[in-house]
């Protein structure tokens, strides 16, 4: 096994995260609370640390102030041990007053602040993504395969191909074409995985299939400096295309779940995939499990509630509650008589004081939480929110891009922002 120093993890801060907006209002995406107790950036870093790759880079420019908060207070590593978790926010200099152009540009602009030797490999995450990968496999294969650069790919039905950058890869794994998200149907199809790797795959359908880079690379530091010494803005569009041509590019298949989480549908299934009984990523794999910030909460409380599938984190309060595949985030407060069917709620940053309770009346504000007597069907809720009593909530019969106030429909999907208000008896 490579001493954890030769590797050095980049993991990508991501865009302005506009498709998951309202959730991406007041926070990065890598920042969006996940499964309950989790943040999205919490993936990456565990696969890292879980391969015994302690040096590890996040890239951030929007909204970073959430993020660098749960960074600061999550991985902490003693003095001895070398490791750490460094954020490297974008920023203006005298030679450079331009922000992230694309991914490749991110790296570009941080490389003076990361310091690679010639035999050293760079991994290139992203952290907006839901999976478990066995990096140091990842690397041994880059190794193996004496590749320059090394992306992990996913086999995808043809169907999806054009959402993706879609990779022609030969028996000895090494990459032919590259093309990013592929729109006419006959370059697809010559796009085809081979039937040599095909029978290494576990899954044995007889669709179409594509290879979809996972936005996952290792490079050898070198070969990721000379790539980099050109004006290219993003790895998929820009440096792995022209890069075909000059180094030895290898694919490496991951067939475990994978989820690309940039839009409200796919965070939305992600997350309520978690209450099914045999879910397709699991939280519960003590061998690997998903480190976030610790934060001594009290167990839950549930006073005689109806719970079906569905999750519920520490710290909640919930009363004579009815829940049918739901996600319950931490310190989550549900009054007496509500019922809630496919509901992501994301919890509170905080408890509420009987002096703020208190206040809140006076001032005919709703607690923090769901009041009495609510309904809330295939919604997701974000922090902090305040829905008062007799409340009643659906997406359904409303047109994508409704909005009014705090709430707002997203594709057949109810968001209420962060730190929303829904007064006592609103109906949509």
Same mark, same amino acid.
């Given at each position: 096994?490579?001493?954890?120093?030769?590797?050095?993890?980049?993991?990508?801060?991501?865009?302005?995260?506009?498709?998951?907006?309202?959730?991406?209002?007041?926070?990065?995406?890598?920042?969006?609370?996940?499964?309950? +107790?989790?943040?999205?950036?919490?993936?990456?870093?565990?696969?890292?640390?879980?391969?015994?790759?302690? /040096?590890?880079?996040?890239?951030?420019?929007?909204?970073?102030?959430?993020?660098?908060?749960?960074?600061?207070?999550?991985?902490?590593?003693?003095?001895?041990?070398?490791?750490?978790?460094?954020?490297?926010?974008?920023?203006?200099?005298?030679?450079?007053?331009?922000?992230?152009?694309?991914?490749?540009?991110?790296?570009?602009?941080?490389?003076?602040?990361?310091?690679?030797?010639?035999?050293?490999?760079?991994?290139?995450?992203? $952290?907006? /993504?839901?999976?478990?990968?066995?990096?140091?496999?990842?690397? /041994?294969?880059?190794?193996?395969?004496? @590749?320059?650069?090394?992306?992990?790919? +996913?086999?995808?039905?043809?169907?999806?191909?054009?959402?993706?950058?879609?990779?022609?890869?030969?028996?000895?794994?090494?990459? *032919?074409?590259?093309?990013? +998200?592929?729109?006419?149907?006959?370059?697809?199809?010559?796009?085809?995985?081979?039937?040599?790797?095909?029978?290494?795959?576990?899954?044995?359908?007889?669709?179409?299939? &594509?290879?979809?880079?996972?936005?996952?690379?290792?490079?050898?530091?070198?070969?990721?400096?000379?790539?980099? @010494?050109?004006?290219?803005?993003?790895?998929?569009?820009?440096?792995?295309?022209?890069?075909?041509?000059?180094?030895?590019? &290898?694919?490496?298949?991951?067939?475990?779940?994978? @989820?690309?989480?940039?839009?409200?549908?796919?965070?939305?299934?992600?997350?309520?995939?978690?209450?099914?009984?045999?879910?397709?990523?699991?939280?519960?794999?003590?061998? @690997?499990?998903?480190?976030? +910030?610790?934060?001594?909460?009290?167990?839950?409380?549930?006073?005689?509630?109806?719970?079906?599938?569905?999750?519920?984190?520490?710290? &909640?309060?919930?009363?004579?509650?009815?829940?049918?595949? &739901?996600?319950? $985030?931490?310190?989550?407060?549900?009054?007496? $008589?509500?019922?809630?069917?496919?509901?992501?709620?994301?919890?509170?940053?905080?408890?509420?004081?009987?002096?703020?309770?208190? /206040?809140?009346?006076?001032?005919?504000?709703?607690?923090?939480?769901?009041?009495?007597?609510?309904?809330?069907?295939?919604?997701?809720?974000?922090?902090?929110? *305040?829905?008062?009593?007799?409340?009643?909530?659906?997406?359904?019969?409303?047109?994508?891009?409704?909005?009014? $106030?705090?709430?707002?429909?997203?594709?057949?999907?109810?968001?209420?922002?962060?730190?929303?208000?829904?007064?006592?008896?609103?109906?949509?």
């Amino acid at each position: 096994m490579r001493n954890q120093t030769d590797v050095v993890c980049i993991i990508m801060g991501g865009g302005r995260g506009t498709r998951l907006e309202p959730f991406t209002q007041v926070r990065c995406k890598p920042a969006v609370p996940l499964g309950g +107790k989790y943040r999205l950036v919490d993936i990456p870093i565990s696969n890292c640390l879980h391969a015994g790759y302690h /040096q590890i880079y996040l890239l951030t420019q929007f909204n970073t102030e959430s993020l660098h908060r749960h960074i600061q207070q999550s991985y902490r590593f003693d003095y001895f041990s070398g490791g750490f978790v460094e954020i490297l926010s974008a920023e203006q200099t005298a030679s450079n007053e331009s922000w992230y152009r694309g991914t490749a540009d991110a790296v570009r602009q941080n490389l003076i602040h990361i310091p690679l030797s010639e035999s050293q490999t760079v991994l290139i995450l992203s $952290g907006d /993504q839901l999976y478990r990968m066995d990096l140091a496999a990842f690397v /041994q294969h880059h190794l193996a395969t004496r @590749a320059d650069i090394t992306i992990a790919a +996913k086999a995808i039905p043809e169907t999806q191909a054009s959402s993706f950058g879609i990779m022609e890869i030969a028996d000895d794994w090494h990459i *032919r074409r590259f093309v990013e +998200k592929p729109q006419d149907p006959a370059i697809i199809q010559q796009l085809h995985l081979c039937e040599s790797l095909r029978a290494k795959m576990k899954n044995r359908s007889t669709q179409p299939y &594509c290879l979809a880079s996972m936005g996952i690379y290792a490079f050898k530091a070198n070969v990721l400096q000379a790539c980099l @010494a050109s004006e290219d803005h993003d790895f998929g569009k820009d440096v792995l295309p022209h890069a075909l041509d000059r180094y030895q590019l &290898c694919g490496y298949l991951f067939e475990d779940y994978w @989820a690309d989480i940039g839009t409200i549908p796919s965070f939305f299934e992600a997350n309520l995939m978690l209450t099914d009984s045999l879910p397709a990523f699991d939280f519960y794999n003590e061998l @690997a499990p998903i480190f976030s +910030k610790p934060r001594n909460l009290a167990a839950s409380k549930l006073n005689s509630c109806i719970v079906d599938h569905s999750i519920v984190a520490e710290g &909640c309060i919930l009363t004579h509650t009815r829940l049918n595949r &739901c996600v319950i $985030g931490i310190r989550s407060i549900i009054r007496q $008589g509500t019922q809630l069917e496919n509901v992501y709620m994301m919890g509170a940053d905080r408890y509420e004081s009987l002096e703020q309770l208190s /206040q809140n009346h006076s001032n005919g504000q709703p607690n923090i939480g769901i009041g009495e007597d609510c309904y809330l069907r295939n919604a997701i809720i974000d922090r902090n929110v *305040r829905i008062g009593n007799h409340v009643r909530l659906s997406p359904e019969g409303k047109p994508n891009g409704f909005h009014q $106030g705090a709430l707002y429909i997203k594709e057949g999907i109810l968001c209420i922002a962060k730190n929303g208000i829904v007064p006592d008896n609103t109906i949509l």
